[in-house]
């Protein structure tokens, strides 16, 4: 052997296998046989169901329209992918992942169909947004103390506020409520205490004003701080408070 078809077998070992055009047409012929063949498959369960009366099984229609589509896969990858004239190890690494894909479909599919088997509520066909209860659904009654499992109903109310409802309910009154938060945080009055709980229970004697020994801290937000102002009456008031001094 020559050096010259030393080289050339040597390309030939390594290079892309050229397939003949008689061998394509005969692979794209069999994948539209295959496609005319799974409309064929569904127009004649619908003739049969039709014509007997019957229902046939979703399991009929699954198996036959994956049947189909398995061996046009298969075609695929074995001509146009040209796995048939590759190394088997190519072949294989793509069935590993193909299992790989199973595999997780198949976790996915147990956990969804045994779920309820921990939570009953679990049950059934999975909705957009999840149970279809929300935040803002409305509300079931005046008192806000019934709701469907497992979401909270709070009729649009936060979680936080929906809770303290739920707490002065439970105390009774807000003044209990009030009494009993304020027993355990002195330090400041609530922003959601509007009727001033803090100052009737005497707890206003608490805060600490700063003097000549010491600043007091303040924690929160100024009051007024991000309220809307005209820009034009803005102007107008630092003139004024300007001129005035």
């Given at each position: 052997?020559?050096?010259?078809?030393?080289?050339?077998?040597?390309?030939?070992?390594?290079?892309?296998?050229?397939?003949?055009?008689?061998?394509?047409?005969?692979?794209?012929?069999?994948?539209?046989?295959?496609?005319?063949?799974?409309?064929?498959?569904?127009?004649?369960?619908?003739?049969?169901?039709?014509?007997?009366?019957?229902?046939?099984?979703?399991?009929?229609?699954?198996?036959?329209?994956?049947?189909?589509?398995?061996?046009?896969?298969?075609?695929?990858?074995?001509?146009?992918?040209?796995?048939?004239?590759?190394?088997?190890?190519?072949?294989?690494?793509?069935?590993?992942?193909?299992?790989?894909?199973?595999?997780?479909?198949?976790?996915?599919?147990?956990?969804l169909e045994t779920r309820d088997r921990v939570y009953t509520?679990?049950?059934?066909?999975?909705?957009?947004?999840?149970?279809?209860?929300?935040?803002?659904?409305?509300?079931?009654?005046?008192?806000?103390?019934?709701?469907?499992?497992?979401?909270?109903?709070?009729?649009?109310?936060?979680?936080?506020?929906?809770?303290?409802?739920?707490?002065?309910?439970?105390?009774?009154?807000?003044?209990?409520?009030?009494?009993?938060?304020?027993?355990?945080?002195?330090?400041?009055?609530?922003?959601?205490?509007?009727?001033?709980?803090?100052?009737?229970?005497?707890?206003?004697?608490?805060?600490?004003?700063?003097?000549?020994?010491?600043?007091?801290?303040?924690?929160?937000?100024?009051?007024?701080l991000f309220n809307a102002v005209d820009p034009n009456q803005?102007?107008?008031?630092?003139?004024?408070?300007?001129?005035?001094?």
């Amino acid at each position: 052997m020559t050096n010259h078809d030393t080289i050339a077998h040597e390309e030939h070992a390594h290079g892309h296998p050229v397939v003949s055009w008689q061998i394509q047409i005969g692979v794209l012929a069999a994948l539209l046989f295959f496609t005319f063949a799974t409309v064929l498959f569904y127009n004649a369960e619908n003739w049969i169901e039709t014509a007997f009366e019957i229902h046939l099984p979703n399991w009929i229609n699954i198996v036959g329209a994956m049947t189909i589509a398995t061996i046009k896969a298969i075609l695929v990858c074995m001509f146009f992918m040209g796995l048939r004239y590759d190394k088997a190890i190519n072949t294989f690494a793509m069935l590993f992942c193909l299992f790989c894909v199973a595999l997780f479909l198949g976790i996915t599919m147990i956990d969804l169909e045994t779920r309820d088997r921990v939570y009953t509520w679990k049950e059934g066909e999975i909705t957009l947004g999840g149970t279809g209860k929300g935040l803002d659904t409305p509300a079931i009654d005046a008192r806000f103390d019934s709701s469907p499992a497992p979401t909270i109903n709070t009729a649009g109310m936060s979680i936080v506020d929906f809770r303290r409802e739920q707490a002065i309910e439970k105390k009774g009154s807000e003044n209990a409520y009030w009494k009993y938060y304020y027993a355990k945080h002195t330090d400041k009055r609530h922003t959601a205490d509007t009727q001033n709980f803090y100052a009737q229970l005497g707890y206003d004697n608490n805060i600490v004003l700063p003097d000549a020994n010491g600043a007091a801290p303040r924690t929160g937000l100024t009051q007024g701080l991000f309220n809307a102002v005209d820009p034009n009456q803005a102007h107008t008031t630092n003139t004024t408070d300007n001129a005035g001094h």
